[in-house]
T-cell receptor, first 112, second 114 residues
């Protein structure tokens, strides 16, 4: 039982490049989330998927797209990376709104 | 909007002592509160949660206290150990709904002195 698995762990991109961050959970959770974590700020929600087949914008969605591929997998895509997207990205899942989030160990992304 | 903050950015505690980490929130309609622990290079890890119909909840060596009157949440760690060194942050849900309604605090770094 691995919980939430994110790949890659580290990535360096040049401005304008694209990439997809992968996330998979094996806890049979309905809801999945993508957050970014920046120094001096709390986690901020980028996109979420309340259930398979649905996705919605969070607090900071600009510059990102997501795909809920199936119940297990939720990917985050940066179409044209910008230095402002340098951050640590966390994927998380939960059973429902009033249950705790389970986080992956993050992807550390640097955009130069 | 919701604001969630911590009173102390860094807390140094002697091994074996008790630690108290605080969190203030602004939305009186908040109904679900969670504490997370984040070790360096890792994702946040759930510690304990509490719903708004409770004032206190205990886990293994941890206790969360909720004071809705002053909109304050605290995490108490008993007999603090070196393995407790990490960043701790609270998360507060504004009202009924999913995690799109949750605000995360910036965190308090707990340093345990051996």
């Amino acid at each position: 039982n691995a919980g939430v698995t994110q790949t890659p762990k580290f990535q360096v991109l040049k401005t304008g490049q694209s990439m997809t961050l992968q996330c998979a959970q094996d806890m049979n959770h309905n809801s999945m989330y993508w957050y970014r974590q920046d120094p001096g700020m709390g986690l901020r929600l980028i996109y979420y998927s309340a259930s398979e087949g649905t996705t919605d914008k969070g607090e900071v969605p600009n510059g990102y797209n997501v795909s809920r591929l199936n119940k297990r997998e939720f990917s985050l895509r940066l179409e044209s990376a910008a230095p402002s997207q340098t951050s640590v990205y966390f994927c998380a899942s939960s059973e429902a709104g009033r249950s705790p989030l389970h986080f992956g160990n993050g992807t550390r992304l640097t955009v130069t | 909007g919701e604001s969630v903050g911590l009173h102390l950015p860094t807390l140094s505690v002697q091994e074996g002592d008790n630690s108290i980490i605080n969190c203030a929130y602004s939305n009186s309609a908040s109904d679900y509160f969670i504490w997370y622990k984040q070790e360096s290079g890792k994702g946040p890890q759930f510690i304990i949660d509490i719903r708004s119909n409770m004032d206190k909840r205990q886990g293994q060596r941890v206790t969360v206290l909720l004071n809705k009157t002053v909109k304050h949440l605290s995490l108490q760690i008993a007999a603090t150990q070196p393995g407790d060194s990490a960043v701790y942050f609270c998360a507060v849900r504004g009202n009924s709904g999913g995690y799109q309604k949750v605000t995360f605090g910036i965190g308090t770094k707990l340093q345990v002195i051996p």
